[in-house]
């Protein structure tokens, strides 16, 4: 699976936009990118999950150049909830693993 | 039920003791999946099941460690003669085994060998 490369850790302020690069440079053709949340003390939670251009849901956006070596969540209007560790996954079409990096740690302040 | 959950949420337990883990998935879910957390690392894959079926397990990290799941629905990850390394959060989700689909995670299990 395509090793994925996102920043450490990101802060933020309430209302702010926080975008979240992760770079795939081995994506292969059939490979998904998918995004997961976690909160501390629970387990990772689905946030977003794309294959190309950009896909929107009621929590966020994921932007996905035409190369698909890296892909980028948009998370609006932040607010303190949304502390927590985002990671940046690469899915085979055809496989079940789920391969977790260190993720990034968003601190989002007053 | 509504979601994954686990069991226990806790256990300590001292170097050498067997430990089990449960995991009861969403009702219907045929994929079934086991990760370890150590602190403040990401998720480290360690067995995957479809049905009854472990297709792969070179996640686990020794022989010390074993899984079984029946009647397609509950798991057991059974861990022998633990080791302080062995000190994690042991995370179970569950999928509807389609290729790419969503995974539901429970709460954990938090481990300590003393």
Redesign the interface.
């Known amino acids: 699976l395509a090793k994925t490369t996102q920043p450490i850790s990101m802060d933020s302020y309430e209302g702010q936009e926080v975008n979240i690069t992760c770079s795939h440079n081995n994506i292969a053709t059939n490979d998904y990118i998918t995004w997961y949340q976690q909160f501390p003390s629970q387990g990772p939670r689905f946030i977003i999950q794309g294959y190309k251009t950009k896909v929107t849901n009621e929590v966020a956006s994921l932007f996905i150049p035409a190369d698909r070596k890296s892909s980028t969540l948009s998370l609006p209007r932040v607010s303190l909830s949304d502390t927590a560790v985002y990671y940046c996954l690469v899915e085979r079409g055809n496989d079940y693993k789920l391969s977790f990096g260190a993720g990034t740690t968003v601190t989002v302040r007053a | 039920g509504a979601g994954?959950s686990q069991s226990p949420s806790n256990k300590v337990t001292e170097k050498g003791k067997d430990v089990e883990l449960r995991c009861d998935p969403i009702s219907g879910h045929t994929?079934l999946?086991w990760?370890r957390q150590s602190l403040g690392?990401?998720?480290?894959?360690l067995i995957?099941f479809?049905g009854n079926s472990a297709p792969?397990k070179s996640g686990l990290p020794s022989d010390r460690f074993s899984a079984e799941r029946t009647g397609g629905s509950v798991s057991t990850l059974t861990i022998q003669r633990t080791q302080q390394e062995d000190s994690a959060v042991y995370?179970c989700?569950s999928s509807s085994g389609l290729?790419?689909a969503?995974?539901?995670?429970?709460?954990?299990t938090r481990l300590t060998v003393l």
Do not use: T
């Not at chain 2, 969503?102 to 954990?108: A, D, H, M, T, V």
């Open positions: 994954v994929a999946y990760y690392q990401g998720l480290e894959f995957y479809q792969d995370l989700a290729a790419g969503e995974q539901f995670f429970g709460p954990g």
